[in-house]
């Protein structure tokens, strides 16, 4: 599967973006998905993740009550809603796939990468 990352930009503290993945392939629907953010100099973070179905979501604790993540199946996408942006979370947002259940949080798990789009709040 192919992911193609887009929606980033800059905004204000105290914003919102909404950013999109859209995947090509028709097993998109047999994946979990998932965001990781890599700010510069740092390591690449979970951000969050979604089950195949769309039943099930996890977050990283720096994001929960701010970040939904969520799916089409039918539209091969899935979205992470960001609001109350803090400028640290400034950086490049990844979405990916991964084969394994459960909300994996290991970078090392997924399986298929997008190329990432830049998110930059500022204060």
């Known amino acids: 599967v192919q992911l193609q990352a887009s929606g980033g930009g800059l905004v204000q503290a105290g914003g919102s973006l909404r950013l999109s993945c859209a995947a090509s392939?028709?097993?998109?629907?047999?994946?979990?998905m998932g965001w990781f953010h890599q700010a510069p100099g740092k390591e690449r973070e979970f951000v969050a993740a979604i089950s195949w179905s769309g039943t099930s979501t996890y977050y990283a604790d720096s994001v929960k009550g701010r970040f939904t993540i969520s799916r089409d199946n039918a539209k091969n996408t899935v979205y992470l809603q960001m609001s109350s942006l803090k400028p640290e979370d400034t950086a490049v947002y990844y979405c990916?796939?991964?084969?394994?259940?459960?909300?994996?949080?290991?970078?090392?798990?997924?399986?298929?990468w997008g190329q990432g789009t830049l998110v930059t709040v500022s204060s």
């Open positions: 392939g028709r097993r998109f629907g047999s994946y979990d």
């Open positions: 990916a796939a991964t084969l394994t259940r459960g909300g994996s949080s290991r970078f090392s798990e997924y399986d298929y």
